[in-house]
């Protein structure tokens, strides 16, 4: 294409996917070979993992190749799930775990990211097989860019050994989750740091900033949530919505809490056990309202729910600062933790707002009602 018709199609400096007609894989199944081999990548690794590979936490998640097959190949080979497996093509072979997922049938997958680098052989098979999917695949190139194509070749698939209790060492959370969820634990990576703590050198204490002191705050303010929302629901039992949503509310706060304070030692932070009596809570003065002691019994539970709105608000502000610290250090351990508890905090918000609104009118006009009553006899 010349410079003169890529600009009449009005790109905008874009590229142009242009369709092309489909091509069969110039290496067809047959009765040696009968299953279709397809190669890709996880969410966890990146290419050939001479990075990803040395991050503790993504290697954990995803620490040695495996194989996927459907459900009903499984059956038809006479395999299960966590089983010792070779992958066969005819130019070399990979072993590795099985892993049972929603793949088609007539297909395998396997990651293309482990190669041999982290290996005692350094650049090629060991004595217990291969481990590198490009064994298998074909020497095939695009005919235009060059790129190697890496990515399918006709395959048979071979039992190795059982399981016996061996577990494959795929994703539970990725495009390779089991097609029986119950089969194997959850994928889990071990505990996030962030970037930064792990490099600091030992013995010296970690570089402070900002985010310690929001950690901290937002520490305790859940745990002053978490406190008064089990106040108002002993002090409203009648009111049962009230009585019920605040203490399941209040549980939120608490897994806050603690999730909160396993993240905070990595920045040098030690905060207490949740688990200890409020007493000994380190709390911050809430400034005075009109509603704080009513002089009417029914405006208690607006004043408890208002106070609640203003604190799930302070704490979400919090959260709101703790995300973008997170997101401009890189630090995806904090990210992902304001991810998940964030929006918890809102709920909370939207809910204290919604009996606000709902209540108001029933509380405030009962309240008011023998002034009403006077001032109307008076002015009879």
Partial sequence: MSETEYRALN????AVLKAAEYLPPHETTDDAYPLQLNTGRTLYHFHTRTKTGRTPQLNAAAPEVWV???AGEALRHGVEEGDLVEVTSPRGSVRGRLRITGIRDGMLFLPFHYGYWDTPEGDHPG?????AANETTVTDWDPVSKQPLFKTASARLTLVERAQGTLSPAPTTTASAPADPRSVPPTTGGPCRGGTPDRRIPGRRPAMNGIPTVLRALYYGERAMQEDLLSTAERHPVEHEVHH???DLA???????ERLARAAEPHGLHLPNP?????AW??????????EEPSEPDLSLLSDLRALHLAATGNSLYWEMLAQ?????????????????????????????TMIKTLSPQLLSKANGPHEADGSKAKQ
């Fill in 245 to 247: 949503v605040a203490t």
């Fill in 127 to 131: 004595k217990d097989g291969g481990r």
């Fill in 282 to 291: 380190q709390r911050t003065e809430r400034p005075a309202h009109a509603l």
């Fill in 11 to 14: 790109p905008d400096g874009r």
């Fill in 275 to 279: 688990a200890v009596p409020p007493t």
């Fill in 251 to 257: 549980r939120w706060s608490h897994e806050h809490a």
């Fill in 325 to 353: 610290a997170a997101q401009a250090t890189g630090d995806s351990c904090l990210l992902e933790l304001s991810t998940a508890c964030h929006p918890q905090t809102l709920r909370q918000m939207h809910w204290t707002n």
């Fill in 68 to 70: 996927e097959l459907s």
